[in-house]
């Protein structure tokens, strides 16, 4: 494919094409599923296919940066039995870079959150978790009128000193949706079982948390256990809390719950201390996670060994780097 044809046309269209030709050639999808898996209509879907044609993308194999993408997209959807997966290239400049991916993954997930949202029916509610890697989603989610959805907290809102969350994005999606929003009156863990047990039983949490029980689309994120967990730097889990969640087992936090790298709950005080929602609660509901950062592979590949996600997001090294021990 030449340079000269690569710039007529622009980068999102351009990756568009790159996945509808692998979807058709190598994954063997009709028209019609591709136009599901790229949510666009067949009439696109087969115009993009056409255009790959004459980008001279198709040949024995499919050129393109998101082609490798699309292939692991399809091999996580198959093993995993998700209904979409979403992996975004990288430049290598931003490979070893701790902060790296947040805007290419925000910027995927606000598009496809986007599409979901439009699709959801008046009144819907959308339960939504907190972290980083959400907080660059939202703010690259475009605007739209969606005044009808209620956007609802999964977990405690607030730090252990019960100040405010910054990674809480309820307010954000409200700004840019004009829907209501609705923020957990608690922290993300309580210090014990009876503060958890005083708590659960206030009105307002129990408001809340039917709000967020009463979702069908749920957006989380991914937390890893590692020494430098952001959780723990803005005071919503102690020191106490890390070192006894890495002796049982976790690598994975998901919506203040812990998992092994089998992805199944560990067997920790901690665990018991969570302000929210919990697994059962989004079981048989739609699950998208968003993730970004450097090493993660681990903690997403227990969240999907937890058979808790239904749609996944995030970038291409993360992507490989969870193949390779997914395989080991």
């Known amino acids: 494919m030449s340079d000269k044809n690569n710039k007529s046309i622009d980068s999102e269209q351009l990756d568009l094409a790159t996945r509808a030709a692998w979807l058709s050639y190598i994954g063997g999808y009709t028209q019609g599923e591709v136009a599901k898996r790229l949510q666009v209509s067949p009439v696109k879907a087969h ?8 980008l001279g993308m198709v040949k024995i ?3 393109g940066a998101a082609a490798s993408c699309t292939a692991m997209e399809e091999t996580l959807i198959q093993r995993f039995g998700l209904q979409s997966c979403l992996i975004v290239p990288l430049s290598d400049d931003d490979q070893h ?3 790296r991916g947040f805007n290419e993954v925000g910027a995927g997930a606000a598009c496809f959150f986007h599409k979901l949202l439009e699709q959801l029916p008046a009144g819907s509610h959308v339960g939504i978790g907190k972290g980083r890697s959400l907080t660059a989603m939202a703010e690259r989610l475009p605007t739209m009128s969606r005044s009808d959805l209620v956007f609802a907290s999964v977990s405690g809102s607030f730090t252990r000193k019960f100040s405010a969350n910054r990674l809480d994005v309820v307010h954000s999606l409200v700004e840019r949706t004009g829907g209501e929003g609705y923020f957990m ?3 993300y863990l309580a210090k014990d079982d009876q503060e958890r047990d005083m708590l659960m039983s206030q009105p307002s949490v129990q408001d809340s948390l039917q709000l967020a029980r009463d979702a069908d689309l749920y957006v989380v994120g991914i937390g890893a256990l590692k020494n430098n967990h952001y959780l723990n730097s803005v005071g919503l889990v102690s020191d106490d809390d890390l070192e006894e969640l890495r002796g ?3 690598v994975c936090d998901l919506i203040g719950s812990f998992y092994d790298a089998h992805g199944q709950a560990v067997d920790s005080p901690v665990n018991h201390h969570a302000l929210g929602i919990d697994a059962e609660d989004m079981a048989n509901k739609r699950v998208m996670a968003v993730v970004a950062g450097l090493g993660k592979e681990t903690a997403i590949l227990s969240a999907l060994r937890s058979q808790l996600l239904t749609d996944l997001v995030m970038d291409e090294v993360t992507a490989k780097a969870l193949l390779t021990i997914e395989e080991s």
């Open 47 to 54: 115009r993009l296919i056409q255009q790959a044609q004459q």
């Open 61 to 63: 194999f499919i050129e």
């Open 97 to 99: 870079n701790e902060l």
């Open 185 to 187: 009156p608690m922290p």
């Open 248 to 250: 049982a087992g976790a």
